[in-house]
């Protein structure tokens, strides 16, 4: 069964503050790993797709990257209106997409 | 990317009580998504409905519960049935050409006393 696991569950930073949030998973077969931004009272916004190891993404001050165990969603010089919810879902051999509980971002002025 | 909107985006219902969710797309769509969003729990899937077949539900989630519909390539809805408290959770569709390129609608915010 897929399996996805986000960590931390909440990471608040100050403006500025680079970090990174991570997205274990375990998948028979990977068609696919996304990153999604989920605000308030709205539903996810779509954010990336991964495909394959070593492959990466930039949108902005986000950078997403994929190993063949987990992915970082890396955050530059963060901003307040980065704050949301980043859910990481996967594909893997089922036509379905399978998600993580999220981690919740707050980034403080 | 599609233009998504949910009916109703909130109500309060009481027990034993069903409730109809529609998703309205603003264009053509081959694959509909029907997901819950539990308070600290991961986004889940209900069931995938494509126009014109019975929709397939996931493990743990029946029709006679879970009714839905796909009358056509813009629209469908979800019916919670006999809710319980339980059921108190954001119900979202999602749309796509592909499993991979989803959309997600704003969200029903369901409460049930």
């Known amino acids: 069964e897929d399996q996805v696991t986000q960590s931390p569950e909440a990471l608040r930073l100050q403006e500025g503050e680079s970090s990174s949030l991570n997205c274990s998973y375990t998948v028979s077969g990977l068609r696919g790993l996304f990153w999604y931004r989920q605000d308030p009272g709205k539903g996810p916004e779509f954010l990336f797709t991964?495909?394959?190891a070593g492959e990466e993404k930039e949108k902005e001050r986000l950078k997403a990257t994929l190993t063949k165990k987990e992915s970082f969603l890396h955050i530059t010089a963060p901003k307040p209106e980065d704050s949301a919810t980043y859910l990481c879902?996967?594909?893997?051999?089922?036509?379905?997409?399978?998600f993580g509980k999220g981690t919740k971002l707050t980034v403080n002025p | 990317s599609a233009v998504i909107s949910q009916k109703p985006s909130r109500d309060i219902c009481q027990r034993g009580t069903s409730l109809t969710i529609q998703c309205q797309v603003d264009?053509?769509?081959?694959?509909m998504f029907w997901y819950r969003q539990q308070p600290g729990q991961s986004l889940t899937l209900i069931a995938t409905?494509?126009?014109?077949?019975?929709?397939?539900?996931e493990s743990g989630f029946v029709i006679d519960k879970f009714p839905i519909s796909r009358p056509n390539l813009t629209f469908s809805t979800l019916t919670v049935s006999n809710m319980s408290p339980e059921d108190s959770s954001i119900y979202l569709c999602s749309v796509g050409e592909r499993v991979e390129t989803q959309y997600f609608g704003p969200g029903t915010r369901l409460l049930v006393l």
């Open positions: 409905a494509n126009q014109g077949s019975e929709a397939t539900y």
């Open positions: 264009s053509q769509v081959t694959m």
């Open positions: 991964l495909y394959s």
């Open positions: 879902a996967v594909r893997g051999g089922s036509e379905k997409l399978v």
